[in-house]
């Protein structure tokens, strides 16, 4: 036996063919979930291809074609190849904003032919996983370090602002999982505070900024937002730097300043307090400085950072989001619940709740389903397509298939777990997290959630541009994990 072939048979046997089983269910699973969201009594042959069902037969058999010929490329090649493949990608996104043709608003599909299109963005995932997974593999490189994490963050963002520049936001949005990969790796859990930390300031600013506190001219949201501003970053300062002093210091001026000007407006003159919180933030940040100045620590220019931007995040997003498009607007307005438009912009979520709940326990039965046939849903069939699940097959059905999504991602943790290079568990972190933020949010929108932005639930939704880009990120991760094992040999 030769070489290569006692390699081929290495390979064959390394594979984990637990992981490609699951694959297969869900395209099956997925198959039958298009089917029912599709399926046209005037057309009823599931298998042509002027059917959505009979064309995702093409891309999930092309699918299979491609993940047999990721299996026979060596992870060597994605090693040198890998800033190139990143390059590549970049180029292609940034030319689709140029050529790509207006679609529902958007400039991110390419068209190959007359019915066949692509959109670039899903397959610049695995690039970028690539990328990524090859420059922290390199010597000296490291997490903690300011030139290195910083070009990693460079790397996530590019695609994403050449992705928004397509009118994209919601595919734009997915390459922040990569950030979890970051956390898995090192990275300082404080920018994954900050993250959490605007959420809750854009949440709640949003929410409550037409609210006012009983008989004080003081918004509910801006006065939150400015309190729990002080509170990070006090809470900062004593888990980071210890300095007991500057805690007191910052928490006594904050809080009893607030608090004084608080009763000055209720029992003398009423007035706007958040004047009064905005001016003290202000003198908690020039304090800050001087602490970083004095004992010339980084962290306290870190937490300096963090005030500045928890100050202005509230006033900066609230100007934001009034330029945002009108649609926009009304369905984070839906989302909070700051408004009610089930006709609107709230329509695709009610209409998803109601197929979903009327499907019981049970469901109704394969292509039985009357809020999918009378097309109740819009894109019941790509982003929504999991109320077709939960009507034909209901609570059951739902459940299943969530379980064999949590056998999935819990098999994936196990491979990127047991790599021995970095490269390989960076990369397959990337492909986990890629995975978990889909389902997440797809799910979490169908359910009202989380925000609508239009991402495909992975091997569900029609498509073969979702499908191939999928089964890119899965396969060459398996090929990577397969010479793992060759190599113990």
Known sequence: MTEQEQGSKGIF???????????????????????????????????????????????????????????????????????????????????TIVIAPDTKGSRSWLPLGSSVKIQPAEFAKFAVALALGKLMDQYGFSIRKTKDIGIAIGMIFLPMLLIIAQMETGSALVYFAFFLMLYREGMTGSLLFTGFACVVYFVVGMKFSEDYIIDMPVSIGEFTVLLLAMIFTIGMVWVYCKNLRAVKLMAYTCFGGTLLAMLFSIYAIPFNVCYVMLGLCILMICYLIVLALYNRLIRYAMI???????????????????????????????????????????????????????GGLFGKGFLNGT???????????????????????????????????????????ALAERQTDTMGRVYGYCVLCIFLFHLFINVGMVLGLTPVIGIPLPFFSYGGSSLWGFTLLLFIFLRMDAERNLKRQ
């Open 13 to 95: 046997l390394s594979i984990d063919w637990m992981t490609i089983m699951l694959y297969v269910i869900l395209i099956v699973w997925g198959w039958f979930s298009v089917c029912g969201a599709c399926y046209d009594f005037n057309n009823p042959d599931l298998f042509s291809w002027e059917t959505n069902s009979g064309k995702q037969i093409v891309w999930g058999g092309t699918s299979l074609v491609l993940a047999a010929v990721l299996m026979l490329i060596e992870k060597r090649f994605y090693d040198t190849a890998a800033y190139v493949i990143y390059g590549a990608m970049m180029l292609l996104l940034a030319v």
């Open 304 to 358: 300096t950072l963090f005030a500045i931007m928890s100050t202005s995040f509230f006033y900066i997003t609230d100007t934001l989001f009034e330029h945002l498009d009108d649609h926009q607007r009304i369905r984070i307005e839906v989302l909070l619940g700051m408004k009610d438009d089930p006709r609107g912009a709230g329509y695709n979520v009610n209409q998803a709740k109601i197929a979903i709940g009327s």
């Open 371 to 413: 809020q999918t046939k009378l097309r109740y849903v819009p894109e019941q069939h790509t982003d929504f397509i999991f109320c077709t699940v939960g009507e034909e097959e209901g609570f059951i059905g739902s459940a299943g298939v969530l379980i064999v999504y949590l056998l999935f991602i819990w098999r994936l943790i």
